[in-house]
């Protein structure tokens, strides 16, 4: 059994005060495969201390060389795809090839988008008579989860080192290995010590240490919204800047002038997104919001595309037991509350095996159902249907929710006139369109602050204004 004993603290390996060990658990078989030596709040306090070292020596590490530590980390960890992604398949259960197309390949991408605009960053500009500068925040905590394990944690990472601040990095507990990967990568490309910190350990132990400590300048946050809400409240007592990527509910919403081809396509689209990562996606459209006329071709076509999903090569696991419980359980109060289930098995068995579970659609889904309202996180798809395009946006928006959505339409001026009134942070127009420059987060109670591109870069930068003398 593999095991990790060390934390990472200014540029070394170090043990950890803690002494609490914790085993992680292979998902696809239910067996622990590794064991952690995890990190306490006296490790948050060595952390903090050797990140503000380097931050407070400014500039301690000038921007072409971060610009060139940024490329050589691309190239290492590319290096290390098919090693990252055995890590990641064991760690919370996705498919090989998906850990490696899309684990590991997406944040190559995000990482090499980030260094292409730091390349380019005016940090600097006049404004009048004045001088505009954007300054790094100080010392980040990014406190990242288990379902993009090393996609998250370098979305943050990268954009932090890139705007000049050091970060101390703490994994989810149950997916720590991606990080040490991270951090092996990043020693070899040369990044100075006191940039990496990695602490793993327990959210309510070092999460909540690093979110209320008063070294740490911005707290940036994956997880979902329940936590969000307790790391903001800690970050509250010393001001912090808190960026917070959280939970979704997201709608896919077909108009009702689609031909039958598209609204097939359309459907396919929405349920293998719905469906990618087993369902452990924030951004996944797990609503399909159908016209009310169009509903039995909506669920046939749903229930098809499901029954396509071959597992362990399509779908994985979900990442742990208290997932397979949590979503489980929502499933449970789906027939009760007046869904129905037009696809798959809403009571499911307990799997002799790891913690599968195959999908499930449900039709006849309201905004007043659990399962209409609140984020399942598993491979559910959820039917509505609306009466027009009206209806339709506000279905789309009858949730706390607004991280992404969804919209298809024949007339695609008329498409992009309903995704203007829907209230999220992405809404993507006939197909899932990847811009890696564009802004990622949400409204409402998906959070707070955008990622990736410049925008996730200026999550870590202050803006100072220098005025000239008076003249005169």
Same mark, same amino acid.
């Given at each position: 059994?593999?095991?990790? *004993?060390?934390?990472?603290?200014?540029?070394?390996?170090?043990?950890?005060?803690?002494?609490?060990?914790?085993? %992680?658990? *292979?998902?696809?078989?239910?067996?622990?495969?590794?064991?952690?030596?995890?990190?306490?709040?006296?490790?948050?306090?060595?952390?903090?201390?050797?990140?503000?070292?380097?931050?407070?020596?400014?500039?301690?590490?000038? &921007?072409?060389? /971060?610009?060139?530590? %940024?490329?050589? $980390?691309?190239?290492?960890?590319?290096?290390?795809?098919?090693?990252?992604?055995?890590?990641?398949?064991?760690?919370?259960?996705?498919?090989?090839? =998906?850990? @490696?197309?899309?684990?590991?390949?997406?944040? $190559?991408?995000?990482?090499?988008?980030?260094?292409?605009?730091?390349?380019? !960053?005016?940090?600097?500009?006049? &404004?009048?008579?004045?001088? $505009?500068?954007?300054?790094?925040?100080?010392?980040?905590?990014?406190?990242?989860?288990?379902?993009?394990?090393?996609?998250?944690?370098?979305?943050?990472?990268?954009?932090?080192?890139?705007?000049?601040?050091?970060?101390? &990095?703490?994994?989810?507990?149950?997916?720590?290995?991606?990080? !040490?990967?991270?951090?092996?990568?990043?020693?070899?490309?040369?990044?100075?010590?006191?940039?990496?910190?990695?602490?793993?350990?327990?959210?309510?132990?070092?999460?909540?240490?690093?979110?209320?400590?008063?070294?740490?300048?911005?707290?940036?946050?994956?997880?979902?919204?329940?936590?969000?809400?307790?790391?903001?409240?800690?970050?509250?007592?010393?001001?912090?800047?808190?960026?917070?990527?959280?939970?979704?509910?997201?709608?896919?919403?077909?108009? *009702?002038?689609?031909?039958? *081809?598209? =609204?097939?396509?359309?459907? /396919?689209?929405?349920?293998? =997104?719905?469906?990618?990562?087993?369902?452990?996606?924030?951004?996944?459209?797990? @609503?399909?919001?159908?016209?009310?006329?169009?509903?039995? +071709?909506?669920?046939?076509?749903?229930? +098809?595309?499901?029954?396509?999903?071959?597992?362990?090569?399509?779908?994985?696991?979900?990442?742990?037991?208290?997932?397979?419980?949590?979503?489980?359980?929502? %499933?449970?109060?789906?027939?009760? +509350?007046?869904?129905?289930?037009?696809?798959?098995?809403?009571?499911?068995?307990?799997?002799? @095996?790891?913690?599968?579970?195959?999908?499930?659609?449900?039709?006849?889904?309201?905004?007043?159902?659990?399962?209409?309202?609140?984020?399942?996180?598993?491979?559910?798809?959820?039917?509505?249907?609306?009466?027009?395009?009206?209806?339709?946006?506000?279905?789309?928006?009858?949730?706390? #929710?607004?991280?992404?959505?969804?919209?298809?339409?024949?007339?695609?001026?008329?498409?992009?006139?309903?995704?203007?009134?829907?209230?999220?942070?992405?809404?993507?127009?006939?197909? %899932?369109?990847?811009? /890696?420059?564009?802004?990622?987060?949400? !409204?409402?109670?998906?959070?707070?602050?955008?990622? #990736?591109?410049? =925008?996730?870069?200026?999550?870590?930068?202050?803006?100072?204004?220098?005025?000239?003398?008076? @003249?005169?």
């Amino acid at each position: 059994m593999e095991s990790r *004993d060390l934390i990472h603290l200014d540029g070394a390996w170090a043990a950890p005060h803690g002494t609490e060990r914790m085993q %992680l658990v *292979d998902p696809r078989t239910g067996e622990a495969f590794a064991e952690v030596r995890l990190a306490d709040a006296t490790d948050v306090d060595r952390a903090v201390a050797a990140a503000h070292a380097v931050f407070d020596d400014r500039p301690a590490w000038p &921007l072409p060389e /971060r610009l060139a530590a %940024l490329r050589a $980390l691309h190239d290492a960890l590319a290096a290390r795809t098919d090693e990252i992604a055995a890590t990641i398949s064991a760690e919370m259960g996705a498919p090989d090839a =998906f850990s @490696r197309q899309v684990q590991v390949g997406m944040p $190559l991408a995000t990482l090499a988008t980030t260094a292409d605009v730091l390349e380019g !960053y005016r940090f600097d500009e006049p &404004l009048g008579d004045s001088t $505009l500068t954007r300054e790094p925040a100080g010392v980040v905590a990014a406190i990242t989860p288990w379902n993009f394990p090393l996609h998250q944690a370098l979305a943050k990472v990268a954009a932090a080192i890139a705007a000049g601040c050091p970060v101390v &990095l703490k994994p989810a507990e149950t997916t720590p290995l991606t990080a !040490y990967h991270l951090v092996e990568a990043a020693r070899e490309a040369g990044f100075p010590a006191g940039w990496l910190q990695l602490l793993p350990g327990r959210g309510d132990v070092v999460g909540a240490a690093l979110a209320a400590h008063p070294g740490v300048d911005v707290v940036s946050f994956t997880g979902s919204t329940a936590v969000g809400r307790s790391i903001a409240a800690a970050a509250a007592a010393t001001v912090k800047r808190v960026a917070l990527e959280l939970g979704g509910k997201s709608p896919s919403v077909l108009l *009702d002038d689609l031909d039958d *081809d598209a =609204f097939a396509a359309a459907v /396919r689209t929405t349920v293998g =997104f719905a469906l990618m990562n087993a369902g452990q996606t924030c951004a996944a459209w797990t @609503r399909l919001v159908v016209p009310a006329a169009r509903y039995a +071709e909506a669920v046939a076509l749903a229930a +098809e595309a499901a029954a396509a999903q071959v597992p362990g090569r399509d779908l994985g696991p979900l990442a742990s037991a208290a997932q397979w419980e949590r979503v489980t359980g929502l %499933l449970a109060t789906a027939e009760p +509350e007046g869904a129905v289930v037009e696809h798959g098995d809403a009571a499911p068995p307990p799997p002799a @095996r790891g913690f599968h579970l195959a999908p499930v659609i449900l039709g006849r889904v309201t905004p007043q159902m659990r399962v209409g309202r609140e984020e399942i996180f598993g491979p559910v798809l959820a039917v509505q249907t609306h009466t027009g395009d009206d209806d339709a946006v506000r279905i789309a928006n009858a949730t706390d #929710y607004g991280l992404s959505a969804g919209v298809f339409g024949r007339d695609e001026a008329r498409a992009v006139s309903v995704a203007r009134r829907i209230r999220a942070g992405t809404v993507h127009v006939n197909g %899932l369109n990847t811009n /890696r420059l564009a802004p990622f987060g949400g !409204y409402k109670q998906s959070g707070l602050g955008r990622e #990736y591109g410049r =925008f996730g870069i200026e999550e870590f930068l202050e803006i100072k204004s220098i005025q000239p003398p008076p @003249r005169g």
